[in-house]
């Protein structure tokens, strides 16, 4: 590769990667779920895909989808166990309004540990909400200390998306 030449795709390969992977894959507790080890009040049985409801539900009818294997990071899903789990999510959205008698839905990722990843097994939240919840949207969860002008931050994502 030529000295001005753009080196995307070392780039990308030398990236460092946000894996937040368990020490021991049969520790986690989404995984025993999955495999029927532990219980789970299960809503969706698919074949890439399990939905259950949160033992702690932020709301009732509060649904956590997971990817059958094991991947601690969005960025680690192969794209057909991304597509799997974000069907399964449009499959499951309307079901459980409907169940609940909710006006909509709060679907979410914690990605990561530092954005509060408890479990590090990727699981996509779908929470009920109605209009006097007294909760907020996803908006409401960050303080807005934005430092860097939208032009430079773009420049920045789009270098390395490609
Ligand atoms: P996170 O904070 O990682 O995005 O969310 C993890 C969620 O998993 C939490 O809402 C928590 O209540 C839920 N959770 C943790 N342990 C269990 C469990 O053993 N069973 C079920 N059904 N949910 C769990
Ligand atoms: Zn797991």
């Not at 390969?13 to 532990?38: D, N, Q």
């Amino acid at each position: 590769m030529g000295r001005g030449m753009a080196p995307r795709h070392r780039e990308l390969t030398l990236a460092p990667r946000r894996v937040y992977v368990s020490p021991m894959t049969t520790s986690c507790i989404f995984c025993r779920i999955v495999g029927g080890e532990i219980p789970a009040e299960v809503v969706a049985r698919e074949p890439d895909v399990v939905a259950f409801l949160d033992v702690q539900p932020l709301a009732d009818g509060h649904v956590l989808v997971v990817p059958r294997a094991h991947v601690a990071a969005v960025e680690d899903l192969e794209p057909a166990a991304a597509a799997a789990l974000f069907e399964a999510v449009l499959h499951l959205a309307g079901p459980v309004r409907e169940a609940l008698g909710a006006a909509g839905t709060t679907i979410g990722i914690n990605n990561g540990a530092a954005t509060g990843q408890t479990i590090p097994h990727v699981h996509v939240h779908i929470v009920p909400r109605w209009p006097d919840d007294g909760a907020g949207s996803i908006h409401t969860i960050f303080p807005r200390k934005t430092r860097r002008p939208l032009g430079e931050v773009g420049a920045a994502i789009r270098q390395l998306v490609g």
